[in-house]
């Protein structure tokens, strides 16, 4: 089979837990990789920066003025969250981001920098005039958007060189599944499916707290890794919950709840998460004396390569994190259709081949291509993962 264009392709991945495991300790369930074939590089916003263009702030001013400094740091990172969705799913038209993120942003920055300039209205200040700093752009793709929260006041001079610091990911362990059986399949791909989702949830707020630190020392484990403890307890009892309905011995997956952290800005790390498809669910051997009282054959999964994708640059950490959530749903699919296959049969000898596993290997190729891009686009090597799209069964 032919392969697409790869001019400017970097990487490859796979894996029926390659998703998860490879990049943020989970991939999220996004749209299939036909359906995001247009995906492009993330954009981030372009603002002015405005603490250097401030006017010596009186001592009576500084609280207030640091905290709608913060205030427009924080609008940044969400808008630069949406644009990140934007390009994995893009919606709207041509002036989508124009009218949905950039013209938004604009009349909240105006509001933030008129209270900045009440700040120094209130400790008798000459009042500075801001209006010209409310209208925001756009960076190329890769660039990361100037802040102000951390600049020293006073430092004037490097107020806008501040980017956004590179954000880390959760490291949650591989749940381990035994044989899933068939009447079972749904429900616990459904749970690793929710798993992944909490999984970049969890990401998304690192990479807001990474741009706009908040709280304390303990913010992260009290606010985020917490809460992401509770909802894969949750997520887990449930997987158990589904076997115990079949009458299958009910596995214990308490030990696979609690999720650490991967370091700032690396790539590879989460090895081991639970994704949806990520082969835990039936190891294989999903059904084996087990599936339907004896009518269903015993359900395969798909099984793939995990890609080795070098560290991730934080330029194209959700670019490759979107694709690696549609390789784990082009796997949940596939094994979705394994299961209907074993449950009622049909097609020739070769109907898995063709209907399943071709299929498969051309929509994992596609989105591997988009991650090599991903790469590229921000300078950086370019692995090849080709070998990665081809899957076989468990």
């Known amino acids: 089979m032919a392969r697409p264009m790869r001019k400017n392709a970097v990487l490859k991945l796979g894996g029926v837990g390659a998703l998860a495991v490879l990049l943020l300790g989970g991939g999220l369930q996004l749209a299939s990789a036909g359906e995001n074939t247009g995906s492009t590089a993330a954009q981030t916003v372009n603002c002015p920066t405005v603490r250097d263009k401030l006017p010596a702030v009186p001592a009576s001013a500084a609280a207030g003025v640091e905290r709608e400094l913060a205030n427009l740091d924080e609008e940044i990172a969400r808008q630069n969250e949406r644009l990140a969705k934007q390009a994995a799913n893009p919606q709207g038209g041509a002036n989508f981001i124009n009218n949905a993120i950039l013209g938004p942003l604009k009349s909240k920055r105006v509001a933030v920098l008129d209270r900045i300039e009440i700040n120094f209205n209130r400790a008798g200040a000459q009042r500075p005039d801001l209006d010209a700093l409310a209208t925001c752009g756009l960076n190329a793709p890769g660039v990361a958007s100037a802040l102000n929260s951390s600049v020293k006041a006073g430092n004037a001079a490097t107020g806008g060189n501040n980017t956004t610091a590179a954000a880390q990911t959760v490291n949650c362990p591989t749940p381990q599944i035994p044989a899933v059986p068939a009447q079972a399949a749904a429900n616990v791909q459904a749970e690793l499916a929710n798993l992944d989702k909490q999984i970049n949830e969890a990401n ?73 498809g990520n082969g835990n669910a039936g190891n294989g051997n999903a059904g084996n004396g087990n599936a339907g009282n004896g009518n269903a054959g015993a359900a395969r999964t798909v099984n793939c390569p995990t890609p080795q994708i070098p560290a991730v640059p934080a330029q194209a950490a959700a670019n490759v994190q979107a694709e690696l959530a549609n390789l784990d749903k082009q796997i949940n699919e596939a094994n979705a259709r394994l299961a209907q296959q074993a449950a009622n049969p049909q097609g020739g000898a070769n109907f898995i081949n063709n209907a399943i596993l071709g299929p498969l290997k051309d929509k994992r190729q596609a989105a591997l291509d988009r991650i090599e891009i991903a790469f590229n686009r921000v300078g950086a090597q370019r692995p090849d993962l080709d070998s990665f799209a081809a899957c076989g069964l468990n």
């Open 204 to 276: 998304a707020r690192l990479a807001q707290q990474a741009a706009n630190p908040q709280g304390g020392a303990n913010f992260i484990n009290n606010a985020i890794l917490g809460p992401l403890k509770d909802k894969r307890q949750a997520a887990l009892d449930r997987i158990e919950i589904a076997f115990n309905r079949v009458g299958a011995q009910r596995p214990n997956l308490d030990a696979f709840a609690a999720c650490g952290l991967n370091g700032a800005g690396a790539g590879n790390a989460g090895n081991g998460n639970a994704g949806a």
